[in-house]
């Protein structure tokens, strides 16, 4: 995989704020993102309603999620077992965590403003839609399953390279 330079990633003021699409879910995030991605695999693409899904990786301990939620377990892929959390009104999806883990996953979608986010990388990039390039911007591409701590040091580059700006 060829390393380009690192895409400027300036994170905005914490905490972060979103929520579901009707407006009863409300969450903050009050540490910075571990990491965030695209992925192209078949159960983002359902799930999203579209040609990929993303994902923003935070601390656990940094969300705090307040509305009428409904979990829904679920096994991916992978064979792991995984909790996601919709708004019970409106059935947006919100968050998902793989059991265990330390790390939850916003949807970034649902921020108020996501509009500084940059992947730091493409995963399961073979099962992408046949019309979508694959990236040539500097973002980690993974065919198959990501390297995680590469995309979390990546992402670590980009907000660096954005702190320097």
């Known amino acids: 995989m ?3 330079a690192a895409t400027p990633v300036t994170l905005p003021p914490l905490p972060l704020a979103g929520g579901c699409q009707c407006g009863a879910v409300r969450y903050r995030i009050t540490a910075p993102p571990v990491t965030c991605y695209v992925c192209h695999c078949d159960d983002c693409r359902r799930q999203s309603g579209s040609a990929f899904g993303m994902s ?3 601390p656990h301990e940094s969300v705090e999620i307040a509305g009428p939620l409904v979990d829904l377990s679920w096994t991916g892929g992978s064979g792991r077992a995984s ?3 919709f708004c019970e009104r409106c059935g947006t999806r919100v968050t998902h965590q793989i059991d ?3 790390i939850v996953v916003i949807k970034p979608g649902t921020l108020d403003d996501p509009d500084w986010l940059r992947p730091a990388g493409h995963i399961f990039s073979d099962q992408r839609a046949a019309w979508l390039p694959r990236p040539d911007d500097g973002t980690l591409d993974y ?3 990501p390297d995680m701590p590469e995309l979390h040091r990546r ?3 980009m907000l660096a390279a ?3 700006e």
């Open 56 to 58: 923003l990786q935070v």
């Open 83 to 85: 909790t996601r959390r």
């Open 155 to 157: 992402w670590s580059e």
């Open 162 to 164: 954005g702190a320097a």
């Open 143 to 145: 065919p198959q399953g």
């Open 100 to 102: 265990g883990s330390a």
């Open 2 to 4: 060829t390393q380009t």
